[in-house]
């Protein structure tokens, strides 16, 4: 069965340090590899993906994340964080060979708190 | 360009009642998405549509709810009767028919939906 693991519920980080929101899966086949962002009051908003080609996906507001098949992992990156970055972190994944199955698996979510 | 809006942002219904909560695609996806989220839990596939046509229903809870997309513009999804454990988060989300690969999918800002 997919599944998607991000196992931190919560994540704290100072302004101006480098953050990562961990992101694991599991799919049968290859995956599609998706992050998005909820703000406080607002809908889920798309960060980046990971379709095929360079293990290294650059997304939104600066944000970043590898892929590793060997280790299943999607985490995501940025270099220094910032008080906005403050929100909650979705990672995503879908089954390349599903066919016509385009549903989204989901993580739980990680909520990152950005300290002034 | 308008994203995926949703009507109405917010309700409070008793149990046993009906709701009905709307989804306006973005103009030119023929995907369309619902996704729930509950509590404390994962966002979790309720159903695709491509165009008017049901693609994938497996994430339907029951026969209680039912959600169509005549003409294959908007998109409803009705609760009928509404229970307590149907609370939570509705998001909408459409995107880009590809016939392989996938655009990344946009979402609505959701309802909240509360049943007590």
């Known amino acids: 069965a997919q599944s998607v693991a991000q196992p931190e519920d919560q994540v704290n980080v100072a302004e101006g340090n480098p953050l990562t929101v961990k992101c694991t899966y599991s799919v049968s086949g290859n995956p599609y590899l998706f992050w998005y962002v909820q703000y406080p009051n607002r809908g889920l908003q798309f960060l980046l993906k990971y379709i095929t080609g360079d293990n290294l996906v650059k997304g939104s507001y600066g944000f970043e994340a590898e892929f590793n098949k060997s280790q299943t992992s999607f985490h995501l990156k940025k270099p220094s964080a910032l008080v906005s970055d403050s929100a909650l972190y979705f990672c995503?994944?879908?089954?390349?060979?599903?066919?016509?199955?385009?549903?989204?698996?989901w993580g739980l979510g990680t909520s990152l708190a950005v300290n002034p | 360009e308008a994203g995926v809006t949703q009507f109405p942002s917010h309700s409070v219904i008793e149990k046993g009642q009906t709701v009905t909560l709307r989804c306006d695609p973005i103009?030119?996806?023929?995907?369309l998405y619902w996704y729930r989220r509950v509590m404390g839990k994962e966002i979790k596939f309720l159903l695709h549509f491509v165009k008017e046509s049901k693609q994938d229903e497996s994430g339907m809870p029951n026969n209680r709810f039912l959600a169509e997309r005549t003409g294959g513009t908007y998109s409803t999804l009705k609760v009928q009767p509404a229970e307590l454990e149907d609370s939570g988060v509705y998001f909408c989300a459409s995107s880009l028919w590809t016939g392989w690969g996938d655009t990344e999918a946009f979402f609505g800002q959701g309802t909240r939906l509360t049943v007590v």
């Open positions: 103009s030119g996806h023929d995907n």
């Open positions: 995503a994944v879908r089954d390349v060979y599903a066919g016509n199955n385009r549903k989204l698996i």
